[in-house]
């Protein structure tokens, strides 16, 4: 006869035991006492109460190296993402991030998809623990997925209003005050514009720097030589400098808000037989490593976007540290710097 073996009812709570009263997967337990974000708040609340009765704990585990994220947003499924601004952003995080050990890790995607409310589920997947946010716009609502879990990130020049203590930028108003303050001082006073999203925080930033500096000049604000678009690189540059130029001609300068714009401006001044600087001045933000190769080389306002980038991983590594970085103010090096090239001159004399 065999004797049966005797079952013990008090065995030591487990997550297995703890997921089946609760009528939950062990790996659910797990994810809640680890503080996973992949969770809502009731079921994590509902797991911790039970445990706490139990007294249980999940053992410490070696913690995994910190992973900090570059996220790119883009509007379209088969837009790039790596532009000079973004490469030149990335170098910054990878700059701190390297002699620390820490991981990096790249994630793009549509701002549909970012905003479809898996956010935080798809970066717990990937095990990140922080993001640099890079390309948001004031209608990325994710960022309201991001604050109700106070997931560490920070966001570099764009983004909703109310994300204020989380973004690093740049004096945009100033950026552009002293491009066009250049160009009065050479003498223009026909001055043209191209504005990259002017419903943005930069766009609508550099816009009143432009009209600041025409106001201090003395020279009245004309908005038929403002071309305001949203569409971004060498077409639009392309295809709103000829449309201004036809119907402007007398325009003897032009500020432009991005490089790509001002290759596609480039372009568009060859066919319309414009030849720069001698007819038209053209000069454009950031410096990205082929500017000063172009024919002609162009004057350019230099933003610090490498340092930003490095500004923005530190901070965010601070915060997953558990320390709370003081709200962005302005510093010194947030400034452009003006770099003069071949593109620019004193207008000639009719």
Not at 70 to 78: C, R, S, V
Not at 123 to 136: A, E, F, H, Y
Not at 272 to 281: M, N, R, T
């Amino acid at each position: 006869m065999v004797k049966k073996r005797t079952i013990d009812m008090k065995k030591k709570t487990s997550l297995v035991t703890l997921g089946k009263e609760l009528g939950v997967s062990a790996a659910t337990v797990s994810r809640a006492l680890n503080n996973s974000h992949e969770l809502n708040a009731d079921t994590v609340a509902r797991i911790r109460k039970k445990a706490a009765e139990y007294g249980f704990s999940t053992r410490k585990m070696t913690p995994r190296t910190i992973n900090i994220c570059a996220l790119i947003q883009h509007e379209k499924p088969d837009e790039g993402c790596f532009f000079p601004y973004t490469a030149e952003v990335m170098r910054g995080i990878m700059e701190y991030l390297h002699p620390r050990n820490l991981d990096f890790s790249l994630f793009c995607d549509t701002a549909a998809k970012l905003n479809n409310g898996l956010l935080l589920r798809k970066l717990s997947q990937r095990n990140i623990n922080g993001v640099v946010l890079i390309n948001t716009t004031k209608h990325s609502t994710f960022y309201d997925e991001l604050n109700q879990c106070n997931f560490p990130y920070y966001s570099l020049f764009t983004g909703p209003e109310k994300i204020n203590k989380h973004l690093l930028t740049v004096d945009n108003v100033k950026v552009a005050f002293q491009s066009i303050e250049y160009l009065t001082q050479l003498g223009h006073r026909q001055i043209g514009a191209i504005i990259i999203a002017p419903k943005e925080r930069p766009g609508r930033d550099r816009l009143r720097g432009y009209k600041h500096a025409l106001k201090q000049a003395g020279i009245t604000f004309d908005p038929a030589l403002v071309c305001k678009t949203e569409p971004y690189g060498f077409r639009a540059g392309y295809e709103e400098t000829l449309a201004l130029f036809r119907s402007h001609p007398e325009i003897t300068a032009l500020f432009v808000t991005g490089e790509q714009i001002a290759v596609g401006a480039l372009h568009a001044f060859q066919q319309l037989g414009i030849l720069i600087p001698k007819h038209v001045s053209l000069i454009t933000c950031d410096d990205a490593p082929d500017i000063e190769y172009l024919n002609p080389p162009l004057t350019v306002m230099r933003l610090p976007i490498r340092k930003l980038g490095h500004t923005a991983a530190q901070r965010v590594h601070q915060m997953i540290n558990g320390e709370n970085p003081n709200p962005p103010t302005h510093e010194p090096w947030m400034e452009g710097e003006l770099i003069i090239r071949e593109s620019t001159a004193p207008p000639t004399s009719p």
